[in-house]
């Protein structure tokens, strides 16, 4: 403990040295550290394995890569999770438990989402007198990655990806991120590891866009083709390259006056489906069957004409400019970024789906979270509930809670990143009836 302290100061000075150095050099923002591809191997790795003339363990331990900590994800979160965030920060995507007690929600609001639902239980009861403890457990909240260092370990529940053959045991933010940022995209649209240099960022607004000489990094840094986590072996090899999509600049807000909106092109399915190659396909157990990018997976005019319209329960009102909801999000079916999906990402689009933007499809994310969520299966919304608003709150006082399931009210909304509960019907039920008409009240 004592000397992983020492390691996370050293990381600190590190990053302010680099950043100011970087900062006074290029003129760019002072968070720029992958820039699209690979950041400075000392963010990372230690080469001699000492500070201050004091070996930095536990990194440098033989066989790990000689990293700046136990595993690689406790690497990425000596930057990504800081102590004493007050609220959602730039490129965090995990709280440390010091900034979220007992009845305080995890901190970040990323699409992605926040890791720190991954250290929250819930405990409630479904009705007066009954005496059976109803349970939402830490680890139901979606992916576990093993960062020791930071008090995360593997489902022990889930000993492997459903659908797939991934091994808990290994999965890691390098089980999807490559840490070295190989893969890019070309101005032709392609994405692979050739050489070319990659002149930065590729996910953003803001991202310049490739031109033949130079590449931009492709979406988060996603692994592509023939990715593989080394520390792995080459099992479990990835078929299907990252998809296209594009956040806005500013993407870890709160959602409580506007939403946050990631441009989600096409092909996440797919990239998905390089470890759940068989859930949600033909398949796949009739329960979990249901259409996900690809054949069958269109809006068509019909769902899509209906997402428009629908608002919130009693309110079919909406207008295809202004019926997003980013708890529910769609693919938009194109690979233009400059002409699509750059123009649709931002903080303030509404654009519901629209046939002429490309062919709109739902995908893995229009219901789950890449990272984690505040709900059972990394659910974007509770979907073991039959109200999310229930008398006009997520939440109820007391122990009895057969709606807000054992959240308090300032954790059941912070898990609708903020949405008041008023933008919903007064009792609201699941989204799904924002794509499916039947069955709405
Ligand atoms: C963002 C963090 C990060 C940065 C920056 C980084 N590395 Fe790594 N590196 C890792 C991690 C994590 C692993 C372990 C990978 C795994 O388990 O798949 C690794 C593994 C390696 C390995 C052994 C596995 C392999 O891929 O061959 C080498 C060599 C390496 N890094 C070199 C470098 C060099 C050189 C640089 C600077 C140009 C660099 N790294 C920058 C995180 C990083
Ligand atoms: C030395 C600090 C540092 C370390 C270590 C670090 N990151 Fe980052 N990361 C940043 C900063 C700063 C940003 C925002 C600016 C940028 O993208 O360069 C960022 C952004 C990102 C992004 C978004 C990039 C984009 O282009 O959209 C991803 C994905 C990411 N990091 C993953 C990782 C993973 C995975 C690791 C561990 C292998 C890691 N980071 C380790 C500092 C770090
Ligand atoms: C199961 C695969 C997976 C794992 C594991 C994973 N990521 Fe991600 N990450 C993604 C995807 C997919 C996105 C894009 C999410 C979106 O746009 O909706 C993303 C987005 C991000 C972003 C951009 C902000 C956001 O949340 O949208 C950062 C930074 C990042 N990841 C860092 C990390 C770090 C650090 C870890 C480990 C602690 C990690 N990721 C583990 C798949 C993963
Ligand atoms: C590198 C492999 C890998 C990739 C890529 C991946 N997953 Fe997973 N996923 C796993 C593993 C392993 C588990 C089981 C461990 C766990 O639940 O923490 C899992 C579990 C899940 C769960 C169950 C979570 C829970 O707590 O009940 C969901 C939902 C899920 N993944 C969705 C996705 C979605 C959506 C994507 C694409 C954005 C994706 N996965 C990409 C490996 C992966
Ligand atoms: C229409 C909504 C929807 C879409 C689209 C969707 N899922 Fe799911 N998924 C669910 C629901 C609901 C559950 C059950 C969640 C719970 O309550 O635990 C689930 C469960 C899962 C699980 C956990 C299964 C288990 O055995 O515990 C995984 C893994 C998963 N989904 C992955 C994916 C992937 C990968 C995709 C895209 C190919 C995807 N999902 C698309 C709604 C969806
Ligand atoms: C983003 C839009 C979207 C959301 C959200 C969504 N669906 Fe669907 N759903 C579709 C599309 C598209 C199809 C396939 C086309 C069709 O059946 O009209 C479909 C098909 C179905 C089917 C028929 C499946 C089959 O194999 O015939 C069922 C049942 C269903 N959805 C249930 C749900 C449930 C339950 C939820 C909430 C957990 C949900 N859907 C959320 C878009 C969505």
Known sequence: M??????????????????????AALCIPVDAFHRGGVGECEGCHTIHNSVEGQPDSPAGISGNYLLKGSDPSSVCLNCHQVSGDTGPTGYHISTAPVDMPAGSPPRQMTPGGDFGWLKKSYTWFSSLGSTTIQRSPANSHGHNIVALDYGYDMDFDKPKAPGGDYPSAALSCTSCHD??????RFSDGSISTAAAPIKGSGSLVRSAEPDPQNAVGVYRLLGGVGYYQKSQGQSNVFSNNPPAAVAPDVYNRSESVSQTRVAYGAGMSDWCRNCHSGIHTDAAPASLKHPSGGLGAGLGAGIAGWYDQYIKDGDLSGVESNAYLSLVPFEIGSTDYSMVLKPIAGTTPTRGPSLTDGTPQVMCLS??????SGWDGSMRWNNRSPYIVYAGKYSQTGDIQPYGQGRNELEAQAAYYNIPASAFGYNQYQFCYKCHQSGTK
Do not use: D, E, M, N
């Open 2 to 23: 004592h000397s992983h302290q020492k390691s996370k100061s050293y990381i600190l000075v590190l990053q302010t040295t680099f950043a100011v150095l970087v900062a």
């Open 179 to 184: 840490p070295h940022g190989k893969y890019r």
């Open 367 to 372: 219901c789950h979270r890449a990272h984690a």
